[in-house]
């Protein structure tokens, strides 16, 4: 499987940069997909990478541009060459938006407050090929919003001094220590409400299940008065109140007697006495 542009560390991605910018037209993509045996869309993404996270300088970057818009230009004519350009303009607002990751700040300003006296920010950055804009944005992210602890922000102010006039360091570290000290304590702040919170929300949920324990507990009581009910007075259950009204309905049946019907002879007057009435079938 093939290398995509993570696979390449910051120092690769600065001279694969560098060698594109420094090339002539006619040299390519395919060139550098070739040489470092890589697809297309790699080495796009490694030269965005440049750009972006302030791998290469503003002044490499705008090379890089004009590079790819002249490039552009030749393949696709003018609608390309603008699509190039907004392309550009796209990517440096996003590289001055950039910043590294926390655990990233937190390495790259704890590895520059530890390191020797005679490495100072220049060194430091061409070392780790940012620009000076990106490590000043870095270091101040970890002190001021408290990445790092109390002992590297102090080795970062000594840092600062060995290098620096105390006139200038002292005011700028102090106004960072403020900040820091500020947002420490609205951290904390936040912190604190995020743990009441937490209890509410664990007590509610502990109410909850007692009073879900209460109403089982109810319930099964509640059973078992009615299965003792049962057992001890004999009280009958659905089922046999069923079965009970079914037998005395069969019973009710049974003891009803039949309908009788008299037979009359043919030569028999058919006629009643009712109420003193002769009364007569036959008109």
């Given at each position: 499987m093939g290398r995509n542009a993570k696979d390449f560390s910051r120092y690769d991605v600065k001279n694969i940069a560098l060698e594109y910018a420094s090339s002539e037209d006619e040299v390519s993509a395919s060139y550098f997909c070739e040489t470092y045996n890589i697809?297309?869309?790699?080495?796009?993404?490694?030269?965005?990478?440049?750009?972006?996270?302030?791998?290469?300088?503003?002044?490499?970057?705008?090379?890089?541009?004009?590079?790819?818009?002249?490039n552009s230009a030749a393949r696709g004519g003018e609608g390309g060459r603008i699509r190039s350009v907004y392309k550009h303009e796209r990517l440096m607002?996003?590289?001055?938006?950039?910043?590294?990751?926390?655990?990233?700040k937190i390495w790259y300003a704890t590895q520059y407050a530890k390191s020797p006296s005679y490495v100072?920010?220049?060194?430091?950055?061409?070392?780790?090929?940012?620009?000076?804009?990106?490590f000043d944005r870095t270091v101040r992210s970890a002190i001021v919003d408290g990445h790092v602890s109390d002992i590297v922000a102090r080795e970062l102010f000594?840092?600062?001094?060995?290098?620096?006039?105390?006139?200038?360091?002292?005011?700028?570290?102090?106004?960072?220590?403020?900040e820091r000290q500020t947002n420490m304590k609205?951290?904390?702040?936040?912190?604190?409400q995020i743990r009441v919170k937490s209890r509410?929300?664990?007590?509610?949920?502990?109410?909850?299940?007692?009073?879900?324990d209460d109403e089982e507990m109810a319930r099964q009581k509640h059973q078992?008065?009615?299965?003792?009910?049962?057992?001890?007075f004999g009280i009958p259950d659905e089922m046999e109140e069923q079965l009970d009204s079914l037998n005395m309905k069969n019973l009710e049946v049974e003891d009803v007697?039949?309908?009788?019907?008299?037979?009359?002879?043919?030569?028999?007057?058919?006629?009643?006495?009712?109420?003193?009435?002769?009364?007569s079938f036959l008109e």
């Open positions: 697809t297309e869309g790699v080495f796009y993404s490694i030269i965005k990478r440049a750009v972006v996270e302030s791998i290469v300088n503003e002044e490499t970057a705008h090379v890089i541009a004009k590079k790819a818009s002249r607002r996003e590289r001055k938006k950039f910043e590294f990751t926390i655990k990233e100072d920010v220049k060194t430091f950055i061409v070392q780790h090929s940012m620009t000076r804009e990106l000594g840092k600062a001094l060995q290098h620096n006039k105390e006139e200038r360091v002292r005011p700028f570290f102090d106004g960072l220590f403020a609205a951290k904390k702040e936040h912190e604190r509410e929300r664990s007590k509610e949920r502990k109410e909850k299940q007692l009073m879900e078992e008065f009615i299965q003792l009910g049962i057992q001890d007697e039949p309908l009788c019907y008299e037979t009359f002879d043919e030569d028999e007057d058919v006629s009643e006495n009712v109420l003193g009435e002769q009364l």
